[in-house]
C-alpha cells in the first residue's frame, strides 16, 4: 500500500490557520478542518456542512459548522496539557492522504516525565454521516489523569452565532447535541460515543455549550490508554429526526468498533485510487502535489446525493459563505467527468434544479430568462451582497458589482451541462431541465444585448469579466464568446431536439422562432479582434489604461489588505489585471486562434497578471501547453497543485477574511496534468492525446472515463498508449 503523507514537525502559533486548510479532511457531507482536539473557537476547528446554511441579522448567510464532537482536552496531576497555551517538547501532524486520516502526536515535559497524546481521524468516506476518533495517551510515570471529551457546541463561526438554541443531553452511552439554527429553526443534532480501553471513572459534565464526558484514571507508567469515538452528524435537511437518526447510526458503528471504521476507510479510498490516481515518473514532488490536489477535490465530492454542489472554498468553513460559484464547472468539473461521472451529474443537476433562483434573480434586475447567482446557495439564492468588500481605511462596506454585472455565470452552467452530455454521452440531464437550463440561461443574454447604432452589430456593456478588478466594463471578451456559446448551444439543442423534447418545450418556446433569433445572436455578438500586434484587448478602451507592472501597482499600497478593485483600487485604471480573462478565452476556444496570436496575447497579459485569484495560474499553464511551451507551463501547474499546501494564497479582500482550501485550483492542476501536459482531447467517441510532458517527467499515467469507458493512458516521451479497459 502507498504511503502519501504530509508532515509537519514542531507546531508554529502562526500555521494553525493554514493547517486547518491542509491537514483537512471530509466526505462530501462534512469537511473537518484539520485542527487540534482541545481548540476551541478562536483557532477556528469546523466540522462544516455542505449544502445547509443560515442568517442572522445584517451578516452574511454562510454555513453550519456543527458542534464539534471531536473535542478534547486532558489534565494531568491538575494541569491542563493543551496548545497553543503550554509548550510541547515535541510535536507532529500528519495527514495521509491517500486515506483520509489525520494524526497528531504531542509530547509536553512535566516535573515528573513526559506526557504524550497521539491522536487520529477520519471523515468516513463511505457513511457520510460518520467521523471517528482514536485519541490515545501516554505518561512515562503514575499520573492522576482527566480527560474531557466530548462535543463542543460553541463552535466558531464568521457572521453567527446561528444556533438560537443548543440542547445537551444524554441517551443510554450517547451524549447528543442538537442545535437549531435562526433563519430557518433547522436542526443539526450530533451524537457521539466513547470507549476507553482502561480502568476508569466517568461522568458527564454539561457546561455552557459543552457536554463532555469526564473520564479519571491513574496512569500506568509507559502504558497507553485508549479512547476511541463515533460521532454522527444528522440535520432536518435529512431527516424530519436527526436527533433519533444521528443516535441510530452512531450506535451502529461503535458497534462495528473503531478498528472496522478505519479499515473500512481505507479500503474505500484504495478502491477510489484505483481509477484516480495519476502516476508521474521523474517527479516526485508534482505527483505529490498533484494526487493531493485530487484528495482535497474528492473530500468535498458530494457522493451521498443526486443534486448538490461544491463551494469555492469547499467544506474548508464559512469563507466565501459557502456558495458556489463558477468554480465548479469551469475548473472542478473536469476532474469529477473523467473519474466519477455520476458526482459530475450531481453536480449540474444543483445548478437545473435551482433554475428557479436563477429566473428569480434575471427578473429582480429586470432581465429575462436566467440569471445564476454569482455565490450560489440552496434553491439558488445569491449570497453575494452589493457591499462584498470592506473597505480597509474606512471600515465601511464598499459596492461591488460581482452580483449584478459577472454575467458570465449563466454561460459556465450551460459550459457544464453541455460537458456533461458530451464526455458521458448520457442525455439524461437534458432531458431533466438541462434543455430548458440552456434555453433560459440563452433568453437572458438575448434580453441584454445592446445593437450599436448604424450597424448590425450586437454588443454586450456593463459588465465584469473574471477580471474582477475591472468593474462595469463593455464588451470583456470572454464574457462575449462565452454568451456567444451559449446562443449556439441553445441553437443546436433546439435543432436537434428529438421529436419528444420539441413536443414537451414546443408549448414554452417557439422553437423554430428561436433558433433563428439564437442564431442570429450568435452570429451578430461583437468579438473583439486581435489588434495589430496580435494582442487581443480584454473589453473596450482596456488598452487606454496606463500601462504599468503589477509591481509598481502594488507599491502603490497604502494598506497590505487593500482592495484592488473596484472605483478607486490601484489597479482598475491601469491594465493590471487580477486574474487570467483573455487568456481563460484563448483556453476554451483555442482553435479559434493561430499559434501566433495565442503566443502574443499570453507573453503580453501574463506579465500584467496579479494572480490575486487562485483561479489564474492553471489557465496560463494551460494556455502554455496548448502553445507548446510545458516548462512555462510547468511553474504555473506547481503553484495550482500547491495551493493548499504552501499557504501564502490571498487571505483578505480588504478586511474581509477569504482563506480556506482553493479546490478551483485543485481542479485546474487537474485540468494541466491531463488535458494540458497530457493533450487528451474527447471528440466523437474518440480519445487523442498529444502529450507536452516537462522535460523532467518520464512517465505519465492516469485514467478517465469517457462515454462509458475506461481508458487507461500511458505517455512517455516517446510513446503513447491508450488502453480501453472495460
Ligand atoms: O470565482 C472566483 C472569482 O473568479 C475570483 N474571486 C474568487 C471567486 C471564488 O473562487
Not at 537 to 553: A, I, M
Request: hydrophobic share 35%; aromatic share 12%; net charge negative.
Amino acid at each position: 500500500m502507498k504511503d502519501w503523507i504530509i508532515r509537519e514537525k514542531g507546531f508554529s502559533k502562526e500555521h494553525i490557520t493554514l493547517n486547518g486548510n491542509k491537514f483537512i479532511c471530509g466526505n462530501g457531507y462534512m469537511g473537518i478542518r484539520g485542527t487540534l482536539e482541545e481548540y476551541e473557537k478562536e483557532h477556528l476547528p469546523a466540522v462544516n456542512l455542505a449544502g445547509i446554511y443560515d442568517k442572522v441579522g445584517d451578516g452574511w448567510r454562510e454555513p453550519l459548522n456543527a458542534p464539534n464532537a471531536l473535542y478534547t482536552r486532558i489534565r494531568v496531576d491538575g494541569r491542563d496539557y493543551i496548545l497553543p497555551e503550554v509548550e510541547a517538547s515535541k510535536h507532529e501532524q500528519v495527514l495521509d492522504y491517500r486515506h483520509g486520516i489525520v494524526k497528531r502526536s504531542t509530547t509536553w515535559k512535566t516535573g515528573r516525565g513526559e506526557v504524550t497524546v497521539i491522536s487520529e481521524h477520519f471523515a468516513h468516506y463511505t457513511c457520510p454521516h460518520i467521523y471517528c476518533m482514536q485519541y490515545t495517551i501516554q505518561t512515562t510515570f503514575h499520573a492522576e489523569v482527566e480527560v474531557y471529551t466530548g462535543i463542543d457546541a460553541d463552535v466558531w463561526d464568521i457572521h453567527g452565532p446561528h444556533y438560537d438554541e443548543i440542547t445537551l443531553s444524554e441517551s443510554g452511552e450517547c451524549i447528543l447535541a442538537g442545535a437549531v439554527t435562526h433563519e430557518k429553526g433547522e436542526t443539526v443534532a450530533v451524537a457521539e460515543q466513547c470507549g476507553v480501553s482502561f480502568f476508569n471513572e466517568q461522568r458527564v459534565d454539561v457546561q455552557e455549550k459543552k457536554i463532555l464526558h469526564h473520564i479519571s484514571f491513574i496512569s500506568e507508567k509507559e502504558k497507553e490508554v485508549k479512547i476511541e469515538k463515533i460521532a454522527a452528524v444528522y440535520t432536518t435537511q435529512d431527516v424530519t429526526a436527526p436527533e433519533k437518526a444521528a443516535l441510530e447510526e452512531v450506535r451502529n458503528a461503535f458497534k462495528k468498533g473503531y478498528g472496522a471504521c478505519k479499515k473500512e476507510q481505507i479500503e474505500a479510498w484504495e478502491e477510489h485510487w484505483k481509477t484516480a490516481e495519476v502516476e508521474i515518473e521523474g517527479d516526485k514532488e508534482a505527483m505529490e502535489a498533484l494526487n493531493y490536489s485530487l484528495y482535497q477535490l474528492q473530500s468535498i465530492a458530494p457522493r451521498h446525493v443526486e443534486s448538490l454542489s461544491i463551494g469555492a472554498r469547499g467544506l474548508s468553513g464559512q469563507t466565501y459563505k459557502g456558495a458556489v460559484f463558477w468554480d465548479t464547472e469551469m475548473f472542478m468539473l473536469e476532474y469529477f467527468l473523467y473519474t466519477q461521472p455520476e458526482t459530475a451529474r450531481t453536480l449540474l443537476k444543483y445548478r437545473i434544479d435551482t433554475l428557479s433562483g436563477a429566473q428569480e434573480k434575471a427578473r429582480a434586475y429586470g432581465h429575462k430568462g436566467a440569471f445564476y447567482a454569482w455565490e450560489s446557495q440552496e434553491g439558488g439564492y445569491d449570497a453575494c451582497t452589493d457591499y462584498n468588500v470592506t473597505d480597509v481605511f474606512t471600515g465601511r462596506p464598499m459596492r461591488t458589482y460581482f452580483k449584478d454585472k459577472q454575467i458570465h455565470i449563466s454561460s459556465a452552467v450551460v459550459y457544464g451541462i453541455m460537458r456533461y452530455t458530451n464526455v458521458t454521452g448520457d442525455d439524461s440531464l437534458l432531458k431533466e431541465g438541462g434543455i430548458e437550463t440552456i434555453l433560459e440561461c440563452a433568453a437572458f443574454y438575448d434580453s441584454l444585448l445592446l445593437q450599436k447604432a448604424h450597424t448590425q452589430v450586437y454588443e454586450l456593456h456593463d459588465v465584469i469579466g473574471p477580471d474582477e478588478y475591472h468593474e462595469r466594463v463593455n464588451n470583456n471578451g470572454y464574457t462575449n464568446r462565452m454568451a456567444k456559446f451559449t446562443f449556439e448551444t441553445a441553437v443546436k439543442i433546439l435543432r436537434e431536439a428529438e421529436e419528444e423534447t420539441l413536443q414537451r418545450i414546443s408549448n414554452a418556446y417557439p422553437v423554430e422562432e428561436l433558433a433563428k433569433r439564437y442564431q442570429e445572436d450568435a452570429d451578430r455578438l461583437y468579438l473583439p479582434q486581435p489588434e495589430k500586434d496580435g494582442v487581443v484587448e480584454q473589453f473596450d478602451g482596456y488598452r487606454k489604461l496606463e500601462d504599468v507592472s503589477v509591481d509598481t501597482v502594488r507599491s502603490r499600497l497604502l494598506h497590505e489588505k487593500e482592495y484592488w478593485g473596484g472605483a478607486y483600487g490601484v489597479a482598475a485604471h491601469t491594465q493590471v489585471i487580477k486574474q487570467a480573462d483573455v487568456v481563460t478565452w484563448m483556453v476554451m476556444f483555442a482553435e479559434e486562434f493561430s499559434q501566433e496570436i495565442l503566443q502574443k496575447n499570453l507573453d503580453y497579459y501574463e506579465p500584467r497578471t496579479e494572480h490575486g485569484s487562485s483561479l489564474s495560474a492553471c489557465m496560463y499553464a494551460l494556455l502554455f501547453c496548448k502553445c507548446g511551451r510545458p516548462e512555462c507551463a510547468y511553474p504555473f501547474f506547481l503553484k495550482s497543485a500547491k495551493a493548499d499546501l504552501a499557504g501564502g494564497g490571498k487571505e483578505w479582500a480588504g478586511s474581509v477574511y477569504i482563506g480556506g482550501t482553493h479546490p478551483a485550483a485543485a481542479g485546474g492542476a487537474y485540468m494541466t496534468a491531463v488535458s494540458g501536459f497530457g493533450g487528451v482531447v474527447l471528440k466523437d467517441g474518440k480519445v487523442t492525446v498529444n502529450p507536452k510532458l516537462p522535460e523532467s517527467w518520464k512517465k505519465l499515467r492516469f485514467h478517465i472515463r469517457y462515454q462509458n469507458k475506461l481508458y487507461q493512458i500511458t505517455e512517455t516521451k516517446d510513446s503513447v498508449n491508450v488502453e480501453c479497459l472495460q
